[in-house]
């Protein structure tokens, strides 16, 4: 294998610390990018990675040309060939990682080192494209650190150190840039789509869907990802009330129910008490606003749909906040139209014939009692024999029939689909709401917390005089579902450590800042900036504005680190320094350096003073004048034992 390197640029090659660093810097790009990349991949550029560093520490070279354009060409198909394209956020950090690793066959000069730092740099911002969370962006932050060791390695008349030592300044040099760096993000113009205009990911959590059938919502609880944060107005609602109402499911084919295209004008609705709120919706792509079961009016830029959906203008890419105020106790749509009451009572055929025939015989029983109908089907979820969990046992073509009457296991998405269509089967307008119900209430944060794994479905039914009556089956089985929320309610089907009631609660806490860091850093848009300026005294927060303040500020900083490095200028000499730190050791011992004289008769004078470190004084003197006089340069290595012996010296007191 390393006959198939070749010797290249002998005259100037970069040293083995400084390549050492450079491969730390990939190394870091790649473990930070590990998570969102095929792990074949990550596995196979490590690989590449790994035989690299040790085939240049044998023997320096670069890598031939007829073995780098294979493997170039062979990164592109094989990113191709699993993402289907280059473009979009998996392909093209994908593409970037390997880039970069491949970059380093061929990096033997400062020249190429820097070019792929550079590049490392690039590739490691673009892991904030998969993850723009607090724990993330410092991750990546700190992943520049061998990226800057790597260029301070660069520099030239440096001594050698270990490599730990090499990251010391490079924190000072990321600290020093802090300052800077938060100006930067105050002024620098707001903008009102992402920089890079990056496509979304193709995998992208969505959450809820406009669709479901019994099992698709085992994934969405046990993801423990925030979906929502609400702040009230007024006092927290029970938990009974804690219904977000996302999708309503007229269409049922069977096997799924299908939420239907929904109008501009809301059905009636009467309510006497209305509660006002605020939600802050994590991305999601998908355009459906959840809102506290019914919101009576949309937010800006949003609609309120025929059923009292709310949709959005355009899918929510971004985090998203949105005010809404809902009906607490109403009569929603207390007239039925004939066109709606078909649909609500709409069953495909040859579906199910032991719950239509159940059905018939409630019907034959109670004629047009609504009422017992709905408490009969409940009371046989309770009394039957019936149970609540995430794994239930997966079910045929007549599902209802299968669930009913065989498994009896399962979750909300069971129990609403089989009580809808119990309903609908015995002549009860009836339909399917998905969205979310419970939540954590967060009192450092006063705000309740949302979790993907709080998605629910529920029933509505419309009842004579009452309208629709939201019916939540799932509680009959299991009431812990409402009154506690999921926790208590998946816990029966979770294992391992999300299981750990300590553990959630901890994330539920730690969730304040995330909070912050969503609202504040994330979600730092032209209106917040214009609010944070607007007290400094900085009204129009136009772009021309915002750059002039930024150049300004840059000049500024510019100009204090050059006062600071001319401050510095006169220590940039080691030896010098080292000399006047081996003076103000002798003058704290009562020895102090007359300003006309040479270190020669300094020290010579000192070792007078001090007859007891007689010896050491002369050895300094000694090594001092050679590395001073004897060279163009002092040698690396007599200079590092120079510096150590003055840090090694210890002077007495003179004795008078």
Known sequence: MIGLFRRSHPEAPLDARTFDLLCLSAGVVLILHAMHLPIWLVAALAAVLALRWWQRRRRPGKAPVYLKLPLVALLAATVIFHYGNIFGREPGSALAVGLLVLKLLETETPRDAKVAVAFACF???????????????????????????????????????????????????????????????????????????????????????????????????????????????????????????????????????????????????????????????????????????????????????????????????????????????????????????????????????????????????????????????????????????????????????????????GFCEHYASAFTVLMRAAGVPARVVTGYQGGYWNKLGQYLLVRQSDAHAWSEVWLAGRGWVRVDPTAAVRPERVSLGAAAAASAGQSGWQGLSWLRDLRNRWDVVNRWWSEGVIGFDALRQRGLLTPFGVRN?????????????????????????????????????????????????????????????????????????????????????DLRYAHDSPPPEPLRRFRRAVRDFRPRHVVK
């Open 123 to 409: 590739t490691l911002m673009a892991a904030l494209l998969a993850d723009q969370g607090m724990v993330a962006t410092f991750v990546v932050t700190l992943g520049l650190l061998p990226a800057i060791a790597t260029l301070r390695a660069l520099q030239p008349a440096r001594l050698p150190t270990t490599l730990p030592r090499e990251m010391l300044p490079a924190i000072g040099l990321l600290a020093a840039a802090l300052p800077l760096s938060l100006l930067a993000f105050v002024l620098v113009p707001r903008l009102d789509s992402p920089l890079w205009g990056a496509p979304p990911s193709a995998q992208a959590r969505t959450g809820l869907s406009d669709r479901m059938s019994p099992g698709d919502f085992v994934d969405l609880l046990t993801d423990d990802h925030p979906a929502l944060r609400a702040s009230f107005d007024g006092g927290l609602p029970p938990p009974e009330q804690r219904y977000f109402r996302a999708y309503v499911m007229w269409q049922y084919d069977g096997r799924r129910w299908t939420s239907l295209p929904t109008g501009r004008q809301p059905v009636p609705v009467d309510y006497q008490d209305s509660i006002g709120y605020r939600i802050s919706l994590e991305p999601t792509n998908q355009r459906i606003l959840p809102a506290l079961d019914v919101p009576l009016e949309a937010p800006p830029k949003a609609i309120l749909g025929t059923d009292h959906e709310l949709t959005s203008a355009k899918p929510v890419q971004d985090p998203l906040t949105y005010e809404v105020r809902s009906a607490v106790r109403y009569r929603l749509q207390p007239e039925l139209d004939e066109i709606s009451r078909r649909r609500a009572l709409q069953l495909p055929a040859g579906f199910n014939p032991r719950t239509l025939a159940l059905a018939a015989q409630w019907r034959q029983t109670f004629g047009d009692r609504s009422e017992s109908i709905m408490k009969t089907a409940l009371s046989m979820f309770h009394d039957g024999g019936f149970s609540y969990t995430l794994a239930p046992a997966p079910l045929g073509r007549d599902a209802v029939d299968d669930f009913l009457f065989s498994t009896h296991e």
């Open 541 to 625: 927060t136009d772009t021309f504005t915002l750059s002039a303040l930024l150049a300004a500020s840059s000049v500024a900083f510019a100009l204090l680190g050059l006062a600071w490095a001319l401050w510095r200028r006169r220590d940039e000499d080691p030896l010098r320094a080292a000399m006047r730190a081996l003076e103000r050791k002798l003058a704290g011992a009562g020895v102090a350096r007359r300003s006309s004289e040479g270190p020669q008769h300094y020290l010579q004078r000192a070792a007078r003073a001090l007859p007891g470190q007689r010896a050491q004084l002369d050895q300094l003197m000694r090594s001092y004048l």
